[in-house]
């Protein structure tokens, strides 16, 4: 057999197929194989593959066997277990120089594991972001590969071709060594949890304080398309908040369970800023938001008992409505800030070279929290690309400063109601402490030096001392 094909797919579930197709469309041939045999002949027969250059093969030997060398594989298969059977399988069959793309979203740490077994075995590892889910994958996402510049420059142009373009500009960059690029992509994902989440709080405001139909709330959102909070996700609220069902004609949204579900990386997220020591409350808040909506059942029944807030609004609605568009503009600040503190604390942990201006642009187009702010987080790292944080930039720290009146008067009027904002109140709490040079932990250290002699500085002198307070 010769071998014919650019590149080789393994694992045809949604996100296979559509970046299979749009491989094709940019005239590299694939070969693609399914652990379901079934699957992979369905969708090479289908109306969408059919005439491209789409090689089905029902072996890993006869994947392997169709590919050009250096051979490049991507698994699109389901995180975790099955990314180890399908590297084991293949492993055998490669030689020194392939490569191994992971375009799913693999924990980091996984990927750095695995990328330290196969650089050992002389094989290439690329642990791949891969955003923008099915269309995408299929139109042009965002791709975010790790693993080193050699095996980048082999696969890179097929990436670059396939990714989701703005002025012109591909959204992908190398991210940098091993777990970089599920890193960023991780990362990107919990910065959407708190995206969402906030988003859904000022909507909650909006009916639940404000009175505001499910009508209004749709068209605040499109409105608010229009200026700086324009994004994808703001872009699709208003589309789902102005959407009938045809067999009630009530609108879609009010009939949906408010039950979140979830599938780990804003969770990982968390617990990667945990482990780095980085505060990235306003992600974790996205997080638990969505734990105690699940908790549905229970949620009922302490309504019954607890009895829930009754919120009242004698206020002016429209300023308090542009209030609420300019307390969400002020929280997806910190949440961003957040992301971009912890991943600046990822690269200097583990060495890579990420460049957060270029990771700014590869999130304008193919991926969920697309949107024009990022070309204002590009601006701010080439003014100071060592930038600790988004705050300190003067045109974030300007729109802060200018929300600042509106966040508080949202989250004050939002508590005073009894109506949750776990995310915008977070928000402000972390510009109010990141602010704030002196904060509450000399009393922290005081309590922990007392119960257990774990010393403290003092601002006075030098060193650390140690306090015999039961003593006084
Ligand atoms: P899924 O995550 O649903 O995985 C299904 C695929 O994995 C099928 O091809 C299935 O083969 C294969 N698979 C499983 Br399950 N266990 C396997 C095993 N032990 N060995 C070999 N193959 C196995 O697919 P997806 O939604 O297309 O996502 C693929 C990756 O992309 C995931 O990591 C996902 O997190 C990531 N991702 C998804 C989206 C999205 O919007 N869906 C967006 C961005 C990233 P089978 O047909 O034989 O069962």
């Known amino acids: 057999m010769t071998a014919q094909a650019d590149i080789g797919l393994v694992g045809l579930a949604v996100m296979g ?52 060398t250096p051979r490049a594989i991507i698994l699109m298969v389901k995180a975790g277990e099955p990314v180890d059977q399908q590297i084991a399988m293949l492993q055998p069959l490669l030689e020194e120089g392939d490569i191994i793309v ?49 095996a980048y420059s082999k696969v890179g142009p097929i990436f670059q071709a396939i990714s989701a373009k703005v002025d012109g500009e591909a959204c992908c960059v190398h991210i940098g060594t091993d777990g970089a690029g599920h890193f960023i992509k ?43 909070l324009d994004s994808y996700l703001i872009e699709i609220t208003a589309d789902i908040l102005g959407q009938i069902d045809q067999d009630t004609g009530q609108h879609i949204v009010d009939l949906i369970l408010d039950r979140a579900g979830q599938k780990g990386t804003g969770q990982w997220t968390s617990v990667s800023a945990l482990e780095l020591g980085v505060p990235a409350p306003t992600i ?20 019954k008992i607890l009895g829930k807030a009754s919120p009242s609004f004698d206020g002016d609605k429209a300023a308090f409505l542009t209030d609420l568009r300019d307390a969400l503009l002020a929280s997806k600040i910190c949440a961003y800030a957040q992301g971009f503190a912890l991943m600046q604390a990822a690269k200097d942990e583990f060495g890579w070279d990420t460049d957060f201006g270029k990771v700014s642009m590869i999130w304008r187009g193919g991926c969920i929290i697309r949107a024009r702010f990022l070309n204002r987080i590009k601006e701010a790292y080439d003014r100071d690309p060592g930038l600790k944080n988004l705050l300190l930039d003067p045109y974030f720290r300007e729109v802060v400063e ?71």
């Not at 904002?421 to 040079?437: E, M, P």
């Open 402 to 472: 200018k929300g600042d009146g509106a966040w508080r008067r949202v989250v004050g009027t939002a508590i005073a109601n009894g109506i949750p904002v776990a995310a915008l109140g977070s928000a402000l709490s972390y510009y109010d402490a990141y602010r704030t040079g002196r904060l509450w932990a000399d009393l922290i250290q005081a309590q922990r030096d007392y119960f257990g002699a774990h010393t403290f500085e003092r601002t006075d002198r030098e060193g650390w001392f140690h306090r015999e307070w039961m003593k006084n």
């Open 186 to 228: 991780t990362t990107h994902n919990g910065i959407e949890y708190a995206d969402m989440q906030m988003i859904a709080e000022v909507y909650h405001l909006m009916k639940n304080l404000l009175g505001m139909s499910t009508a209004e709330t749709a068209e605040a959102f499109t409105a608010w398309n229009e200026g700086d």
């Open 17 to 68: 197929q559509n970046l299979a197709l749009n491989i094709a469309d940019h005239g590299y041939s694939i070969a693609v194989f399914n652990r379901t045999t079934a699957t992979t002949h369905k969708f090479v027969d289908s109306d969408e593959a059919k005439g491209k250059a789409v090689i089905a093969c029902d072996t890993m030997e006869d994947l392997v066997a169709n590919l050009k």
């Open 284 to 303: 974790a808040e996205a997080v638990f938001a969505r734990n105690i909506t699940a908790l549905k059942d229970e949620r009922v029944a302490a309504e």
């Open 102 to 150: 992971d375009g799913g979203n693999s924990q980091f740490m996984d990927t750095r594991r695995r990328d330290e077994a196969l650089t050992a075995a002389g094989l290439n590892f690329m642990g791949t972001g891969i955003s923008g889910g099915e269309e995408g994958a299929r139109n042009g996402p965002s791709i975010m590969p790790g693993g080193t510049a050699k």
